[in-house]
């Protein structure tokens, strides 16, 4: 089920611009395209490689030959930075590491030399500029030039086509957290000069003529392989990008929005899953629930980070590590208790997405550095729903569902209630009732038309998308995640405090500002 990214660590791979404008970034091959695109089958293994790029740290995991070579490779996961600045910056999530600059996130105290903004800085145009290379070297001028036979031809149309879903994932993470961007396509040269900074607004307008153009050529919902984008990838992007448009640009998109999320719902190859923490195990990849994911393999996929990370960092003090199918817990992420009071229910019923681990811990946090404090919740496990333990103890087999049913219904709901042409507000009452009928095992978690508001719907993705890498920009979007909205240990002040404004964004590495002249920093960056 795993085997594009086993095809894409066994294949060597060409990549010939490094990203931006960072010395520190390693090319993974010297081989030149002549002698590399020989074998046909390189073509499929290279774009395996820029899908790989979302899970692994270099060519030779878990550690060693590294995508970036000034940063611990575990820290530079694309995933587990991509999670952390998602997750740890909200009420969602702590962790008790003392390293350089982590503290910093939830803290809401980071700065341009934080090694973990960097990181993701780096990942994001590493990705793109594995995707322009991909691009750039299937020209269709340079195809006939190597005499690529027809059927390859066909497949590299695919292949193209999801490039750039990929390449425009990594652009929306961009404008998402840095606002304003470098920016550069296949069409500028490599070694040319440094890529010029362009506005969010710019990017996101070329995001959306990206899926745009490539809607039709990609493979139709639930027919691709495992682990490849499909049209259905496509429209939850544009969902994404239409429910944030005003933030990104200013102007609402939420007709868009509502028309992008039902198309996902409508196209009958997704459902429910029946059981809620069947999403996290080992087996996940047969869930029907599932979009999108990024693929993980015990044995192939071996990283620090991704779900290496994200199983293993949550489970210390009285869990036993066979539980959740590793050899050993790393007493690091736990959660506030504005999160565990998400799912109080004064009738008494209990919400199986509730996945909290209590005993021994305090659900007040008075030390964050102090794994008791504060409820665990080991959300994802390295264990199938039959109760078997993954191929290997260190690396896990789940893998991350970037992309879910559930999340299409709430976004439907949501750009429903705020208005979005063509939205019906009784299917988006269904949608939701669709959840929490799962959620408490029937009707009892129904709630009615009135109940259903702004507010509510922003508690519910919490409930049902903790740890899946939403929260952060869920909290931008109802404008609660800096200058309104507390929650414990925010602002580094146990009661938590609000934030500048400004920390919507990220700053631009200090690094890439001395490397490119043509960049600004943005407003409070320091």
């Known amino acids: 089920m795993k085997k594009l990214i086993h095809i894409a660590l066994s294949g060597a791979l060409l990549l010939g611009s490094a990203a931006c404008t960072d010395l520190d970034i390693n090319p993974p091959s010297s081989a030149v395209p002549e002698v590399f695109f020989k074998d046909e089958s390189s073509y499929k293994a290279f774009v395996a490689r820029v899908y790989a790029g979302l899970a692994v740290t270099g060519q030779s995991g878990p550690a060693g030959a590294a995508d970036i070579s000034s940063l611990d490779e575990g ?21 008790g590491w003392g390293d350089e600059g982590l503290p910093d996130l939830h803290n809401h105290s980071w700065t341009s030399a934080n090694q973990f903004v960097r990181a993701m800085y780096y990942r994001i145009f590493f990705q793109v500029s594995m995707a322009n290379e991909f691009l750039r070297e299937t020209s269709d001028e340079k195809l006939d ?25 990594s652009y929306w993470h961009g404008i998402d957290l840095f606002g304003n961007i470098p920016f550069y396509t296949e069409a500028d040269g490599v070694g040319s000069a440094a890529p010029r900074q362009a506005s969010r607004e710019e990017v996101f307008n070329f995001i959306e003529s ?13 027919a691709n392989e495992y682990g490849r984008a499909d049209r259905a990838a496509v429209w939850m992007l544009q969902a994404k990008l239409f429910l944030n448009a005003k933030v990104y640009t200013g102007r609402e998109r939420l007709g868009e929005a509502v028309t992008a999320s039902k198309k996902v719902i409508d196209s009958g190859v997704y459902s429910l899953q029946d059981t809620y923490k069947d999403l996290f195990r080992t087996d996940n990849h047969n869930s029907n629930e599932i979009i999108f994911a990024i693929p993980f393999d015990g044995l192939s996929t071996q990283t620090w980070g991704g779900m290496t990370f994200l199983v293993h960092a949550p ?19 736990r959660t506030t208790a504005a999160m565990a009071d998400k799912f109080s229910d004064v009738t008494g019923n209990t919400d199986e997405r509730a996945l909290f681990y209590t005993d021994g811990q305090s659900k007040e946090i008075n030390a964050i550095s102090n794994f008791n404090d504060g409820y665990g919740l080991p959300k994802f496990s390295n264990v199938s729903s039959s109760g078997e333990p993954g191929a290997d103890l260190n690396h896990c087999d789940t893998d991350f569902p970037m992309f879910r049913l559930a999340d299409a219904y709430l976004m439907y709901a949501e750009a429903t209630l705020r208005g979005g042409s063509g939205g019906d507000q009784a299917l988006a009452l269904q949608y939701v009732n669709a959840l929490r009928q799962r959620a408490y095992n029937g009707p009892v978690g129904n ?41 414990p240990w925010k602002g580094g002040v146990k009661e938590g405090r609000t934030t500048e404004s400004w920390r919507n964004l990220l700053p631009i590495p200090a690094a890439e500002l001395l490397a490119n002249p043509n960049l600004k920093q943005n407003p409070g960056g320091y």
Do not use: C
């Open 75 to 95: 820290f530079s996961n694309y995933l587990r930075q991509y999670w952390q600045f998602q997750t740890l910056t909200t009420e969602e999530a702590v962790i």
């Open 145 to 169: 030039a190597r005499g690529v036979s027809a059927a390859t031809k066909a497949d590299i149309k695919a292949y193209r086509a999801e490039t750039r879903f990929l390449r425009a994932l």
């Open 447 to 487: 709630i009615s038309a009135s109940e259903l508001t702004l507010d509510f719907i922003l508690a519910e993705r919490a409930r049902e998308l903790y740890w899946e890498g939403h929260r952060r920009t869920d909290l931008i979007r109802f404008g609660q995640f800096t200058d309104a909205g507390t929650w």
């Open 210 to 222: 990206e899926l745009n153009a490539i809607e039709n050529d990609m493979v139709a919902p639930g």
């Open 315 to 333: 489970v210390g003090g009285s869990m036993d590590p066979a539980a959740w199918g590793i050899n050993g817990g790393w007493y690091g992420l």
